[in-house]
Every structure is written in structure tokens, then in C-alpha cells.
């Protein structure tokens, strides 16, 4: 068996008493960014060619509004050409022994330990992340890259061999089970053809990465598309397509293209020569291209995962540090902008003032502001867009319940969208508690008995992650066999919802969250990607 090891860098700098040392390596690597890459006009890559359009897209970073750079504006026309490009490159790959495929994927894992701290400072101006949320996603990206190669070796590259013994009785006529010469049989996992990989701006090294790797490692070729329009990641995902292409991942393999989803992702939908569509973004979204493929007749693979509203039980039996320590990283981490971020919390009655005393004081000492310093654990919202939604959840909360804290936006000094962290009490009938808002905002409601808990937890079209804090061991196993979501953590202090780690916690949606049933970071991830043929040959 190949071993598999995570990256953890921050956690090695800090035992290693060289925590200094991380944040200089952070800092150099901003201004090396800043001052190597912002700013200037980049391509497009179909068929290992270097594109450039009429028409452009500017990006800018929601830290300050400063120009990252120009990207092009590719259309329908665009995206033919990278699905043809991947369909050319198809054969090659496809029939690319899996060990080749598996070294090609730990050396980009090597190229991006290479450049760790440059592309996460990419990452934190592009997307507003704090230097630890950055630095951890990046070393996600390195930690699928290294499991799905060991996967593939330690499958073998999915395929199995049998034999059928011969007979030595003969019949005049086969059917069923008839005695026969032997026969050779190999089963076999084969790829499908071309995906197109469709990214989230949230997490645009570690799931784009992710999502990619699968989809080659399995031998398909693939049509990349980051984050375009309002909230754009097109930059780290210009980096993800230089560090395949330098790894050894061959022309047309991968290919990178920008633009609005309404032209290049509907046309990877609809588009026969695709055979799947990889994607994490919201349920309507998913929802509306199964809908739009299936309509038009096409059998597709979906691997989706569409974002949660994402419940933590806190009992009356329940470590109130603890539970406060892993809800205010959930839901405030990254400014809430995960699809694992915790969004509501149901807490006992008896118990449900002296936690919120305790989270308010958690979450005072949150600092808001320029993620690229050290001090600050917030930075901005993501866009306007997203500003509007979390100003009109603070009018609802006002409206419906009460605002307990925050609900205001934070002058910075930046050219931003920088906000407090919102906790509000309302109704668990209320919007609030039903509809993902990716904001800092965290409602909250109290129960009485915990299987009402339980049963408002489960109260929504999604089953992401769950969380629960108690010490009754007959609640956990109550909690652990009834809660609907495919990701659950008990007691955990450093994220009640979050903070899924590559080869122990798989990450796989229930209900409107997934569609499979089958999660990254799985030993069934890479299975998802293709389909199995039985191949028998009379000796």
C-alpha cells in the first residue's frame, strides 16, 4: 500500500517554534505577487495554446478594488474549441498507464509545495482569505493531488483479473452456465471522455484542484472553468493550469477558459462531445443544468456538490467553550463564505444565555479588516452582491427576531466590503434557517428536547455538515444515527462544521447537497469518474 501523509504546513512551522518564519515567508511572497503578476493581460489555454480575444474581463481583488489582472472573455465559440481540444487529447491520456498518471499528479503535489506561499498570497488578494485560510487550501490542493495518486496505485488502476476454468464436458448448444473452454476475464474501470470542471470562487486552489485531479486521474480530459463573472477566481486557476501543464499533464489534456458561465458553462452542459460535469456551487445551479442536460435527452455524469445550511446542536450537556470555540471558527471563518460554514445553531433552553454571553465575547475579539495582516481574522465580503444579502438577513433578523450582535458594515480604509460578524435570534420557521446565505451571520434558536433538536436540524433541503457539543453519550449515538448530513463532528473545538481533512473526513453532500452520495477526499471519489466494462477472452 502506498502511504498517504498531509501537508499541515502551519501546523509544522508552529511545532517547530517557527511561527515568524511563516508569516515571512507569507509577506515576501504578497509583495512578490503584487509586484510580479498584478496588473497584466493573461491568456486563455486550449490545446496548450496561449489564447487572447477581442473582448476582456478585469479582475479585481475585494480586499481594496486594486486591479489583479485581465483575462479574456471567451464565449461559446471558445468553449467548442476546448472541448474539442480535450476530445483530440482524449486517446493519449486515456491510454496513459495509470502509474504514469499517478506520477504526474505527485509532481504537481511537488510543484505546489514549490510555490506554497506564492500562490496563496494570489489566493488571499484574489479572494480575500486570511493567510492561514489560504496557506490551508493550498496545502488541500497538495493533499488531493498526493491521495488521488495513491488511490490509483493502490487500486492498481482499477482493474481486476479472474479466470473461468475450462470444462472438459461438452454441450451442443450455450445458455446460461453451459460448460465451456476457459476464459480470461479482466474488469476494468475506464474513463469517460471529456469533463467540464465548473469551480466555486470559495475554495479556487483546493476544489478546482480537487475536482480536476479526479477527473484525470480517472484518464479523462478536461475543460476547466474558474469562477468568471461576479465573484472571479480566474487568476489561481491560470496557476492550477500552468502547474498541470509543467507537472506533464500533455497539451488539450487540461484546458483553461474565462468567462461568463451563461455561454461557457451552459455550452459544457449542453454540449454532446461532454461527458460529465464536475461542479460545487449552489443546489439551483446544479439542479438547473442535471435539468437542462436531461431534457435534452443527453445521460450525463453529474458529480455535484450544491452547498448546505449547515446546523450545530449545543446541549444542555454540553463543553460551552468548546461549542463556542468551534462555531465562531465556522461561522465566521472566511466570513462565512463556505458551504460548510455553520449558519444555525439550536441550543437548549436552560443553557441558551450563558452560550450566547460566551460566543459574543468569542467573537468581539475578531478583528475585521486587510486579511493580508496577520491580526485581522476577517476580511471582506466577497463582492456587492454578497454585501446585499447579508444587509438584507440583518433587515429580516430586525424584522422577525432581534439582532443580538453585529449587522453593520465596518469601515476599513479599503476600497471593500468589510462587515461585523452578525449573530441573530429568530425562529427556526424563519428564512434564516432555510435558505444559504454565504454571509457572516449565524442564527440562533433554542429547543427543548433533543429530539426536537435533532428534527429542526434535519428541517432542510440540504445535509452538508452537522455539528454537536455534548457530553451524554446517548445523544451522540442519537445525533450520529439520526442527523442528515454526510459530514458530522462531535465535540470539536476547532470547527463545528468545518474544516474537513483530505483521507480521514470524506466531504459528501445528503439531500440537496449532493447527488451521489460520494465524496472527495474517498476512497469511491475517483470511481465517480468512470465506468466499469467486463472484458472476457476464451483462451
Request: proline share 3%; glycine share 12%; charged share 25%.
Amino acid at each position: 500500500m502506498v502511504a498517504f501523509k498531509n501537508e499541515f504546513t502551519y501546523r509544522r512551522f508552529l511545532e517547530d517554534g517557527k511561527e515568524g518564519e511563516f508569516d515571512r515567508l507569507f509577506d515576501d511572497a504578497v509583495e512578490r505577487v503584487r509586484s510580479g503578476f498584478m496588473g497584466k493581460k493573461h491568456p486563455m489555454i486550449i490545446g496548450g495554446t496561449e489564447i487572447f480575444l477581442s473582448e476582456q474581463i478585469e479582475e479585481k481583488s475585494p480586499i481594496d478594488g486594486r486591479l489583479i489582472g485581465v483575462f479574456q472573455r471567451g464565449d461559446r465559440q471558445s468553449a467548442k474549441k476546448a472541448i474539442d481540444a480535450a476530445i483530440g487529447a482524449f486517446p493519449g491520456w486515456r491510454d496513459t498507464g495509470y502509474r504514469e498518471r499517478a506520477d504526474i499528479l505527485e509532481k504537481a503535489a511537488e510543484i505546489f509545495v514549490q510555490r506554497k506561499f506564492d500562490v496563496s498570497a494570489l489566493l488571499s488578494i484574489e479572494n480575500g482569505k486570511s493567510r492561514y485560510e489560504s496557506v490551508g487550501e493550498v496545502d488541500e490542493a497538495i493533499d488531493f493531488l498526493r491521495y488521488y495518486a495513491a488511490d490509483l496505485r493502490n487500486n492498481k488502476g482499477y482493474v481486476r483479473r479472474k479466470t473461468l476454468p475450462a470444462s472438459t464436458a461438452n454441450v451442443s448448444a450455450g445458455f446460461q452456465g453451459a460448460p465451456g473452454r476457459g476464459e480470461r476475464v479482466t474488469i476494468a474501470m475506464k474513463p469517460y471522455g471529456v469533463f467540464g470542471v465548473i469551480a466555486p470562487f470559495n475554495f479556487p486552489i483546493s476544489i478546482s484542484t480537487g475536482m480536476s485531479a479526479g477527473a484525470l486521474a480517472a484518464g479523462n480530459t478536461v475543460v476547466f472553468k474558474p469562477s468568471s463573472t461576479d465573484n472571479m477566481t480566474m487568476a489561481t486557476g491560470l496557476e492550477i493550469c500552468k502547474i498541470f501543464a509543467e507537472a506533464g499533464v500533455p497539451a488539450g489534456a487540461f484546458n483553461y477558459i474565462t468567462g461568463p458561465g451563461s455561454e461557457l458553462g451552459d455550452e459544457l452542459v449542453v454540449n454532446p462531445k461532454v461527458s460529465g460535469i464536475v461542479f460545487t456551487g449552489s443546489r439551483d445551479t446544479g439542479l438547473g443544468m442535471i435539468k437542462k442536460a436531461y431534457d435534452l435527452g443527453m445521460q450525463k455524469i453529474f458529480i455535484v456538490e450544491m452547498g448546505g445550511k449547515n446546523p450545530v446542536i449545543v446541549s444542555k450537556y454540553a463543553d460551552l467553550d468548546a461549542a463556542v470555540s468551534g462555531i465562531a471558527s465556522s461561522a465566521f471563518g472566511y466570513c462565512g463564505q463556505k458551504c460548510s460554514a455553520a449558519s444555525r445553531v439550536y441550543v437548549h433552553e436552560a443553557i441558551k444565555e450563558e452560550f450566547i454571553s460566551k460566543l459574543l465575547d468569542k467573537i468581539r475579539q475578531f478583528r475585521v479588516g486587510d486579511p493580508l495582516r496577520k491580526e485581522n481574522y476577517m476580511g471582506p465580503l466577497i463582492s456587492k452582491g454578497a454585501f446585499e444579502r447579508y444587509q438584507a438577513a440583518v433587515q429580516e433578523a430586525s424584522r422577525a427576531g432581534r439582532v443580538v450582535f453585529g449587522g453593520k458594515r465596518v469601515d476599513s480604509g479599503l476600497n471593500g466590503f468589510y462587515v461585523e460578524p452578525a449573530v441573530v435570534e429568530a425562529s427556526h420557521q424563519n428564512a434564516l434557517f432555510h435558505e444559504e446565505l454565504f454571509v457572516p451571520l449565524l442564527a440562533i434558536t433554542s429547543y427543548k428536547k433533543f429530539d426536537e433538536a435533532i428534527s429542526m436540524a434535519n428541517d432542510v433541503k440540504f445535509g452538508l455538515t452537522a455539528g454537536l457539543y455534548s457530553k451524554k453519550q446517548s445523544e451522540i449515538k442519537e445525533f450520529i444515527r439520526s442527523v442528515e448530513a454526510g459530514v458530522i463532528y462531535v465535540n470539536r473545538e476547532t470547527g463545528a462544521t468545518t474544516g474537513a481533512i483530505v483521507g480521514l473526513h470524506t466531504f459528501v453532500g445528503w439531500k440537496g447537497s449532493g447527488l451521489t452520495g460520494k465524496g472527495t477526499g474517498s476512497r469511491f471519489y475517483l470511481q465517480q469518474f468512470m465506468r466499469e466494462q467486463s472484458e472476457a477472452v476464451v483462451r
